[in-house]
Structure formats: C-alpha cells, structure tokens
C-alpha cells in the first residue's frame, strides 16, 4: 500500500520528464526550421549570382569570339595584301 503513492510519484515525475523532452525536441526543431529557411535563401541568392556569372562568362565568350574572328580575318588580309600596314590600317580593320 505504500507503494501506490510512490509509483503514482514516480509516474507523475517520467511523465513531466517526458513533457520536458517533448518541450525541448519541439524547441529544436523550431530552430533547425529557421536555420532551413536561411539556408535556403542563401542557396536561392548563391543561384541568383551565378546565373549572372554564367551570363557573363557567356556574354565575355561572345566578345572573345568575335574578336579572334576579326584578328583571323585581319592575319588573312594582311597575309594576302602586298602591300606593308601601318599601325592606322590595322586600326582601321579592328574597329
């Protein structure tokens, strides 16, 4: 008979232990959803970056093919013209 108060102790104390842990669990997941959302959009503005760098690369790709085109076409005029360029000539077909 003593034993009844002692367990419904024992009973009232791992279930508030229990509470507690649920509480805290809770708490942490709380705080990992937060850090989730920052995450997240850190990664969607990490993207956003190298979309722009991916159109730069794309764009200063651009650029350097046409200039080796013109520099080709210029190395075949030159090859092909009899006569010496002087630096306006050359300044002349890069532009």
Do not use: C
């Not at 937060?34 to 993207?47: G, H, R």
């Not at 730069?56 to 010496?84: E, H, M």
């Amino acid at each position: 008979m003593s034993f009844e108060w002692i367990n419904k102790i024992v009973i009232k104390i791992a279930s508030e232990v229990h509470k507690n842990k649920i509480e805290d669990f809770e708490k942490r997941i709380l705080v990992i959803e937060q850090e989730q959302k920052v995450i997240l959009k850190t990664l969607k503005d990490i993207e956003s970056k190298l979309d722009k760098l991916d159109d730069r690369v794309y764009n200063n790709n651009l650029k350097t093919a046409t200039a080796l085109g013109y520099l080709q076409s210029f190395k075949s005029t030159a090859i092909d013209s009899p006569k010496l360029l002087n630096q306006s000539d050359i300044n002349k077909e890069l532009s």
